[in-house]
């Protein structure tokens, strides 16, 4: 991938941004929610982050609230001079889980293993009060339209909103996930193997 945001437990996200995607390319730009949506306020971690710009923070839009088991906040922001995006999620207590992930979309030089995918998908595998768990959340282009994931050898549905999804999975581990497919606007599917975290075909 071309850059990583760690996960993180309880005190704070561990930020990671950088591409080697060339100067012109804009990441924001398959993602209609730049446009739609009104900006922000990012969480605190994102806020004090040195290795982003002040407008670059100023561009998180908020995808979702309230999410799951830890009332999560999903969201999305602009890096490495709109280079990047990233997409994290914070729980409601700073105590519970965090994730934080950059990637370019639309860069040429993507590795093989994830070039030309439509989307980007997570799915930590998390401990809370003795039960393990699944979150499955990530973002989507503009002309995703449906997407589905395998838990358990079971298709499950995602439901899709301002190019953001999330699907809380308690008592699920990682081991228990398969892939992500999502299909795009011209009736083309794309398969993503979480365990691998390549794409398939």
Do not use: K
């Not at 605190?44 to 979702?64: H, K, Y």
């Not at 999410?67 to 409601?92: E, K, M, Q, T």
């Not at 370019?104 to 003795?130: K, R």
């Amino acid at each position: 991938m071309a850059a990583v945001g760690a996960a993180a437990a309880g005190t704070g996200l561990a930020l990671t941004h950088g591409s080697s995607a060339g100067q012109n390319l804009d990441a924001r730009s398959d993602f209609g929610v730049f446009r739609s949506l009104p900006p922000s306020a990012p969480p605190a971690e994102v806020a004090s982050s040195p290795s982003l710009s002040r407008g670059e923070i100023a561009q998180t839009r908020v995808l979702g609230v309230g999410l799951g088991r830890f009332h999560s906040r999903l969201f999305i922001y602009p890096a490495n001079d709109n280079r990047n995006v990233c997409f994290g999620l914070v729980a409601a207590s700073p105590t519970d889980h965090g994730m934080v992930y950059c990637y370019s979309p639309g860069n040429p030089s993507a590795p093989p293993e994830v070039a030309g995918e439509h989307f980007s998908v997570v799915a930590p595998e998390s401990a809370s009060g003795g039960t393990v768990g699944v979150q499955l959340f990530g973002v989507v282009d503009d002309d995703v339209v449906r997407a589905r994931v395998q838990v358990r050898g079971e298709w499950r549905p995602v439901h899709l909103a301002d190019n953001g999804f999330y699907l809380d999975l308690p008592g699920v581990s990682y081991e228990q996930m398969g892939r992500f497919e999502a299909t795009l606007r011209d009736g083309t599917s794309q398969l993503h193997d979480i365990q691998t975290g390549s794409r398939i075909g």
